[in-house]
């Protein structure tokens, strides 16, 4: 076979990582998700050689509001977890700032006490301008995760929003957590991120006030696909409750397997993952052919101008796009595992 | 996408004063850096794990107790044993100046005293992650 001697090393280079990531070493691990992170060469790659080894973890989503103490929780969980022996793996989502693009991830503050645990892995990561509450990387990260052989993966959005839903449509179970004192029954009435929970947890039960919350989360939360979410009293600061979430994930857990529901949820999750490849290689490639710039600046002009709308202008400029990559035999595959 | 830079600001040892560490994490977060901060009271085998988790370029380490004599050394060593010698370490805090050198030479890229500008800093992580 005829390779070239840098895509030779560069091949090799992921192999090596993969068989590194497989023996469960951490360092491997960190790289290889850098290296998808910052969708480097050889990143399509590697996220196509990763699948065939993934899909044994239980990923379990936490959202919620800034502050509830998510990061707290998910600090509890993992020790509890590790208590049973199993081992668990952490990605960590905070905003990248819309100025500048530099971050604070603090996430592992809170995590300081398990992260130096062997059978555990902590990956922070800045959102990079994705929105929705997710990197676009994420669950490349927890692929990685997964091929490393946690037992379950917890994926921490960032502080979110009442509409940064992302993660309902990606995790097996999502864990939306809340705290006393921080509004009235309408807001927990307002669509959005207090549809998405199969598990609604009240964080912070030492300030007082819990009673209230739970009695209008229970006035809102349904039953859905045969499941009813439970909602769950928690005290990451005084250690109480946690085992009671234990229970409600296990339980989740068992009743996706029977039900069903395990795979219709891993076949959105895939759904997703497909459309948000093909938007990917779309605007890739649509950047990539020469003359689609001159065509963009003209058509903003004539966009500016009234003369064609915006939607006119994105099916012209996808009509050059893709036209030359049907005679291009170089189609990189990976990319869309 | 250009690579990012990714600098993990630690606090090793026993002190409590953390203003520095923030001062200089928001900085670099201003400078486009990604900063993982992991807070206070941190062992070099803490610092050196978060910092092959996270794969940072360089480590920013702050201590104001007098223990840098100690613990800095510790965690260039501890990355040198983990086949991660390429992260840069730097450190700063109420560091006396006889003690600069022997830093250096135990390792540590360089050290910042009081009074040093956010911008000689910022340039000298960008820098570092750059290989140079």
């Known amino acids: 076979m005829v ?60 959202t919620g509001p800034p502050g509830v103490g998510k990061s707290s929780l998910i600090n509890r969980l993992v020790r509890a977890y590790r208590g049973r022996g199993k081992k668990v793996g952490v990605v960590a989502v905070d905003p990248s700032s819309p100025f500048t693009g530099g971050a ?68 097996h179970t999502t864990v939306v957590v809340e705290m006393p004192l921080t509004g009235d029954v309408v807001q927990t009435m307002k669509a959005g991120i207090l549809e998405i929970g199969d598990i609604y947890v009240v964080n912070k039960v030492d300030l007082g006030g819990a009673d209230s919350l739970v009695a209008n989360l229970k006035f809102q939360i349904q039953p859905r696909d045969g499941w009813t979410p439970p909602i769950v009293r928690t005290s990451a600061l005084e250690d109480r ?48 052919v020469g003359s689609v710039g001159e065509a963009l600046e003209r058509l903003s002009a004539s966009v500016a101008a009234r003369t064609i709308d915006p939607q006119g202008a994105a099916e012209r400029i996808l009509r ?14 990976g990319r869309t595992s | 996408m250009p690579k990012k830079i990714r600098v993990l600001i630690a606090k090793p040892g026993l002190d409590g004063h953390d203003r520095g560490a923030k001062v200089i994490a928001r900085a670099l977060r201003d400078a486009g850096m990604e900063v993982i901060y992991t807070g206070l009271r941190q062992t070099p085998e803490d610092i050196v794990e978060a910092a092959i988790q996270e794969d940072v370029d360089a480590i920013g380490l702050s201590c104001l107790s007098g223990a840098h004599m100690t613990l800095f050394p510790q965690v260039v060593q501890l990355l040198k044993r983990r086949r991660s010698g390429d992260i840069v370490v730097a450190g700063g805090g109420i560091i006396p100046k006889d003690d600069v050198p022997k830093l250096k030479k135990a390792g540590i890229r360089e050290i910042f005293g009081p009074g040093t500008s956010l911008a000689e800093i910022v340039e000298f992580f960008r820098k570092a992650a750059k290989g140079g």
């Open chain 1, 3 to 62: 390779r070239t001697r840098r895509g030779r090393a560069r091949r090799d280079a992921v192999g090596d990582l993969l068989t590194s990531l497989l023996r469960g070493e951490k360092r491997a691990a960190a790289k290889l998700i850098s290296l998808i992170e910052d969708d480097g060469p050889g990143a399509p790659d590697a996220i196509a050689r990763l699948h065939p080894h993934t899909g044994k973890a239980h990923i379990v989503g936490f």
């Open chain 1, 104 to 171: 604070v991830l603090g996430d592992r503050i809170r995590m300081a006490d398990t992260g130096s645990d062997p059978g555990v892995f902590i990956r922070s990561m800045a959102t990079r301008g994705h929105a929705g509450g997710l990197a676009l990387a994420t669950f490349d990260a927890v692929r990685v995760l997964d091929a490393m052989g946690m037992d379950l993966i917890f994926v921490e959005t960032v502080g979110a929003g009442q509409s940064e839903v992302e993660i309902a449509t990606r995790a």
């Open chain 1, 241 to 288: 409750g946690v085992q009671d979430l234990v229970a409600g994930i296990e339980r989740h857990r068992s009743f996706l397997r029977s039900s069903g529901g395990l795979r219709r949820r891993e076949e959105a999750r895939a759904r997703e993952e497909i459309l948000e490849s093909v938007r990917r290689l779309l605007a890739d490639r649509a950047r990539r």
């Open chain 1, 320 to 333: 050059r796009a893709t036209r030359p990559a049907l005679t291009r035999p170089k189609v990189r595959r």
